[in-house]
């Protein structure tokens, strides 16, 4: 099975400023197809999960352009320019190259 | 606008079964692949199982195959996971979600105890 291995486990952050979540495979994530199935997803608290980014780099509609998606291969980062109170939650990293479909431990984030 | 609506999680007996239903709305569900994902209290997300568009082609995570059973009904639009042999560790809140290789529309979820 693919692993998602995520860095920082636990993200305190200062409002305003950035915060960057990495996210590692233990195999190459990009599809026969060409593309990489990588996507990001937030869980704010007592919420269901919502995708930000698919395809490792691509918005999803609502979502604010502080938010991006970059990497290749098997190393990926979510990158938040100026967090704000309502990023407060946790982060996941999900793979849909491979079968089974894994997901990243998760990134809390918090603020400080 | 796309919906997903669970229905039948509850409380169950360790041994016991559960069937899930997942009622879709707002998209072409006949043509859209569909899973099951499942969050334990206070854990991450973990994929369970997924499912082609005609129903001929079924996925499963290690932890529930032979288990749990995915199917559909494209003349009701309704996905399904019927559990049998409920553990413990099956205790989660369950979501179904479009498609399998990235999930943008998730159900609201359906809670799922299994304990005597």
């Known amino acids: 099975d693919v692993v998602l291995t995520q860095s920082p486990l636990s993200l305190p952050v200062t409002l305003g400023q950035p915060a960057s979540i990495s996210c590692r495979s233990s195999q190459s994530l990009v599809y026969s197809d060409g593309n990489t199935y990588l996507s990001w997803l937030q869980q704010r608290p007592g919420q269901t999960p919502r995708r930000l980014i698919y395809k490792v780099s691509n918005r999803d509609s609502g979502v604010p352009d502080r938010f991006s998606g970059s990497g290749s291969g098997t190393d990926f980062t979510l990158q938040i320019n100026r967090v704000e109170a309502e990023d407060v939650g946790v982060y996941y990293c999900m793979q849909g190259t491979h079968w089974p479909r894994t997901f990243g431990q998760g990134t809390k984030v918090e603020i400080k | 606008e796309v919906q997903l609506l669970e229905s039948g999680g509850g409380l169950v007996q360790p041994g016991g079964s559960l069937r899930l239903s997942c009622a879709a709305s707002?998209?072409?569900?006949?043509?859209?692949?569909m899973s099951w994902v499942r969050q334990a209290p206070g854990q991450g997300l973990e994929w369970v199982s997924s499912i082609s568009a005609s129903g001929a082609t079924t996925y499963y995570a290690d932890s529930v195959k032979g288990r749990f059973t995915i199917s559909r009904d494209n003349s009701e639009n309704t996905l399904f996971l019927q559990m049998n042999s409920l553990r413990a560790e099956d205790t989660a809140v369950y979501y179904c979600?479009?498609?399998?290789?990235?999930?943008?529309?998730w159900g609201q979820g359906n809670r799922v105890t299994v304990s005597s």
């Open positions: 979600a479009k498609d399998s290789a990235s999930f943008f529309y």
């Open positions: 707002g998209f072409t569900f006949s043509s859209s692949t």
